[in-house]
């Protein structure tokens, strides 16, 4: 393998289930077919470095460790990783996609790169805050973070970012719209695959009798509103004798607190939480469900600083119809009614009403679901995402590999 011309530095690990980790993938196959070898510096799972070329044939990993108690040792340690590794190197392009790992580059740009690029999807002076609700009252750590955010926005050369709320956010923080590139979130047609859906509106291999099953899938973090779910699931069976499966990656004290809501509402009993499990696995469990939820919240993370879901793409992808709620990032995927069905956000008789709509018009949710496949095939894989940022790097002057 020869030197690699492109640095790919994220502050994540990969491979893993997170969305996170499926978006660096995706995003790092497209770079090395485009671009040929590519460096790919992720965390470390062990308390070792671990070198790995498994991801994708061009793609040459080292997995650094962050190790500590918190956050931020785990940030300072890998930084001070990333430093010693950095030294003698250089290239030219950096593509970061946090303040965690981008921070340390870009005070020192132009010792490690000709051309930085900074791949915005969360910002941690807004969204820290959900995990540690009390860095919401330390205003001069939340100074930091926003200043050294400020630092990377600035000495980037382009900015890539998931959602056109987002990109309207950084506009307010100074940053110009003609260094921003909106490329969306994708989904990998091969494995979320779609099924086609009886005129019960069941899928193919399930009882027409048996309970409905509603789905929700990914982190379990406040501003994903999984405990509506929890919610409606509870006034659903008031009608209609239904489960809930949860699958996804959160902290035992987050599982410990939905449970206990469960137990409260009643529905304890048809409230199913799962660990994080491989796509594949998932889409078994996407194929049994009868419909899909994404409840966010009205959270700044949602409505400031923006998102792009990729549980909704994928959700829209496997020909289960989503309930999804009403918010300007949401919009930007598709049109209620036509691609999924859109609530309002905060209202668990909301998502009640929505479910019940779709549990009685079969029809509906049929052509919800096909219309949505449609939509992802035309808008929203990672392929076109790929040629999205291929054409935003060669718009740089970054020439693309001559292959032999």
């Not at 994708?186 to 099953?213: C, H, M, W």
């Not at 405990?227 to 987050?254: F, H, P, S």
Request: glycine share 4%.
């Amino acid at each position: 393998m020869n030197q690699p011309r492109i640095a790919y530095i994220s502050f994540d690990i990969v491979p893993a289930s997170k969305g996170a980790a499926i978006h660096i993938m995706a995003f790092s196959k497209a770079l090395a077919i485009a671009f040929g070898d590519i460096q790919l510096v992720t965390v470390s799972p062990t308390a070792e470095p671990i070198n790995s070329d498994e991801i994708f044939p061009q793609v040459m990993q080292i997995m650094l460790p962050a190790l500590g108690n918190n956050l931020i040792q785990r940030v300072l340690y890998f930084q001070n990783l990333l430093r010693l590794w950095l030294q003698g190197r250089r290239f030219e392009t950096v593509h970061i996609r946090s303040i965690y790992e981008g921070f340390v580059i870009a005070l020192n740009k132009k010792q490690y790169c000709d051309k930085l690029i900074f791949e915005v999807n969360g910002l941690p002076s807004i969204e820290l805050k959900y995990r540690y609700p009390a860095v919401a009252d330390d205003r001069e750590l939340l100074h930091k973070l926003h200043s050294q955010e400020q630092i990377c926005l600035a000495a980037a050369d382009l900015i890539v970012t998931p959602s056109s709320v987002t990109a309207a956010y950084l506009q307010s923080r100074n940053v110009p719209a003609k260094k921003i590139r909106v490329i969306p979130n994708g989904v990998d047609l091969d494995v979320f695959t779609y099924r086609l859906r009886n005129p019960e509106g069941k899928s193919e291999d399930i009882f027409v009798n048996a309970p409905l099953q509603m789905l929700y899938f990914g982190t379990l973090s406040p501003w994903q509103g999984v405990n509506l779910a929890i919610e409606a699931l509870e006034l659903v069976n008031k009608d209609l004798l239904t489960c809930l499966t949860v699958i996804g990656q959160a902290r035992d004290d987050q599982i410990k607190k939905l449970k206990q809501l469960a137990l409260k509402l009643g529905v304890a009993d048809k409230l199913t939480i799962l660990a994080p499990i491989s796509q594949t696995q998932l889409l078994k469990h996407i194929h049994a469900s009868d419909m899909i939820l994404a409840p966010l919240m009205p959270s700044d993370r949602n409505l400031v600083q923006g998102c792009c879901p990729l549980k909704i793409l994928e959700g829209m992808a496997t020909g289960i119809p989503v309930i999804a709620s009403n918010l300007p990032v949401v919009q930007e995927l598709g049109e209620d009614g036509v691609h999924f069905l859109l609530v309002k956000p905060g209202s668990a008789k909301a998502i009640k009403d929505a479910v019940l709509r779709l549990q009685n018009d079969s029809e509906l949710a049929t052509q919800i679901a096909l219309n949505a496949r449609r939509r992802i095939e035309e808008y929203y894989t990672w392929r076109r995402a790929g040629e999205a940022l291929t054409a935003a790097y060669c718009e740089l002057g970054i020439k693309r590999s001559i292959k032999v």
